[in-house]
C-alpha cells in the first residue's frame, strides 16, 4: 500500500466532502463508489457485492484508495478526477448545463457564455473533458 502526501490527502478529502453531499460523517456505497470512479478507480461486482449496504467514513474512504492504488501524482489525474465529479452520464462529456448549474451563483452570465464557450462544447451542449484536459496541460507547460 502506498502512503498519500498531504495534499494527496486534501484532494481525497475535497472529492470526499464534494460526494457527501448530506455533510455526514459516513458515505454511502454508491457516494463511495462515484468518488472512487472520479478519482480514477473502479469497483468490481464483486467489492459492490461485498460492499453495498456498507457506509464509509473518510478513513475508509482513503484506505480504499490506497487499495485501488489511487495515483493523484500527476496534474492529468487531478484534472480528469475533477470533471469524472462533475459528469452524469459516464460518456466521457459534460454538458455545459452542469458547469452553468456549478458556477451560477459565482460568475455573471456573460463571465459564463465566455468561460463555457473557451471549452467549444458541440450543437448539444456536450464538452469533451479529456479535451479540455489535453488543452488546459498545453496551456499549462507553455507557462
Not at 502506498?2 to 453531499?21: G, L, R
Not at 451542449?125 to 496541460?137: D, V
Request: glycine content about 4%; aromatic content about 10%; overall charge negative.
Amino acid at each position: 500500500m502506498s502512503n498519500f502526501d498531504d495534499n494527496t490527502i486534501k484532494y481525497i478529502k475535497d472529492v470526499f466532502d464534494f460526494v457527501n453531499e448530506n455533510n455526514e460523517d459516513c458515505i454511502n456505497f454508491d457516494d463511495m463508489k462515484k468518488g472512487i470512479i472520479a478519482l480514477g478507480g473502479e469497483i468490481n461486482e464483486k467489492e459492490e457485492e461485498n460492499l453495498k449496504e456498507n457506509k464509509f467514513n473518510f478513513d475508509d474512504f482513503v484506505n480504499i484508495c490506497k487499495q485501488k492504488q489511487i495515483n493523484l501524482d500527476n496534474l492529468t489525474n487531478k484534472i480528469l478526477s475533477a470533471f469524472k465529479l462533475l459528469e452524469s452520464n459516464k460518456m466521457g462529456y459534460i454538458n455545459k448545463k452542469e458547469i452553468e448549474n456549478l458556477l451560477m451563483n459565482n460568475i455573471s452570465e456573460k463571465e459564463m457564455s465566455i468561460f463555457i464557450n473557451e471549452f467549444n462544447p458541440d450543437e448539444n451542449g456536450n464538452i469533451n473533458y479529456e479535451k479540455i484536459t489535453e488543452q488546459m496541460l498545453t496551456n499549462y507547460n507553455e507557462l
